[in-house]
């Protein structure tokens, strides 16, 4: 009860105290984050939640149904929070009905919704192509045939989902005006998101699986039976760096006339960060400290949020020169 009490606090303050720093660079980058991560976490839960919740009344729990009557009934699930996605961001941006009276406020809710049903999306397709995953064989070779399946499957729904935009926005008076464009381009950020997160997932899954040679559960949780160590924590942590310099150098390889594919490397390859060192974080809080459950996961939130926020000052820094 102590540490959670004192965490909570602690947590608590230090955003306070973040989001009125002195440097608006600083401000700004807080407020990103609060937001993003608000976004993120009710995504996530909302995806898995429905997930578990509509398999359980179509084909019931995973250990009655089987693995491919669940994964059948996760695919449907994935494409029906695509298509509420492409329905509210048409509704929402004023692309499909009546035109907004604000456009500001129009983009504000645009952003909104784009990042929380897009954090939904990419949730539902991690659950369902992590289920994908655990039916290959155990080999990084196989493992990593996974994440460009989901890609090409992935790249073929957004191209139907382009198609459909495109129709719908001609249909009227065979042009494209200002709210249909911020329809298909809020919904282009949306789909780059969600394909990214369920790409690094699936990497990330595989880069835990060579190092630990357990392949962890579909939504990235230890495996019953299997210890991280705090060697496993730091070889993690170091993939996450090197996942961290290779965004740079993709930056420079890629060339800039296909702007939307280099934008999908560097952000998975990002992500493959963050998943990195979030798991490095668990496995080291885990496996060091001893500490599960509630308590646990307070401490592992405030060292991962005071590790970001570090990076943040750094890099903010590193700008300002």
């Known amino acids: 009860v102590s540490i959670m009490l004192l965490g909570s606090v602690a947590f608590v303050m230090s955003l306070f105290y973040l989001l009125h720093w002195h440097d608006p660079d600083i401000r ?3 407020w990103n984050v609060v937001s993003a991560s608000i976004c993120t976490f009710t995504g996530v839960l909302i995806g898995m939640a429905w997930s578990g919740c509509f398999n359980a009344f179509v084909v019931g729990p995973p250990q009655v149904a089987g693995p491919w009557k669940t994964i059948l009934c996760d695919a449907w699930a994935a494409v029906g929070w695509y298509v509420v996605l492409q329905v509210a961001l048409a509704i929402v941006s004023g692309a499909v009905g009546s035109a907004p009276v604000d456009k500001v406020t129009t983009v504000l809710n645009l952003k909104c919704f ?8 990419g949730a539902s397709n991690l659950n369902l192509w992590g289920l994908i995953q655990q039916q290959v064989p155990h080999t990084v070779p196989w493992l990593l ?15 139907i989902g382009d ?10 008076d065979g042009s494209t005006d200002d709210y249909e464009k911020l329809w298909d381009r809020f919904a282009e950020e949306t789909e780059d998101g969600a394909l990214c997160m369920t790409l690094s997932h699936l990497i990330v ?3 835990r699986f060579h190092i630990t040679g357990k392949l962890p559960l579909p939504g990235g949780q230890v495996p019953p039976g299997a210890v991280p160590t705090s060697g496993h924590a730091w070889a993690l942590f170091f993939c996450g760096i090197g996942y961290a310099a290779l965004i740079p150098i993709m930056d420079v390889v890629i060339p800039k006339r296909m702007p939307r594919r280099k934008g999908w490397v560097k952000k998975t390859v990002g992500n493959c ?17 001893k500490m599960p459950g509630p308590p646990g996961a307070m401490l592992q939130a405030l060292l991962v949020t005071l590790f970001a926020f570090m990076l943040i000052f750094i890099l903010d820094k590193i700008v300002d020169l």
Request: net charge positive; hydrophobic share 45%; aromatic share 16%.
């Open 273 to 289: 960060m963050s998943f990195s060192w979030l798991y490095a974080f668990t496995w080291a809080i885990q496996g060091s400290l």
């Open 145 to 159: 045939s996974t994440p460009l399946l989901s890609l090409t499957c992935l790249y073929v729904l957004f191209k």
């Open 114 to 121: 784009a990042v929380l049903l897009g954090v939904t999306t």
């Open 28 to 30: 700004t980058y807080s």
């Open 163 to 172: 198609f459909v935009r495109d129709r719908v926005s001609k249909e009227d």
């Open 205 to 207: 899954q595989v880069t």
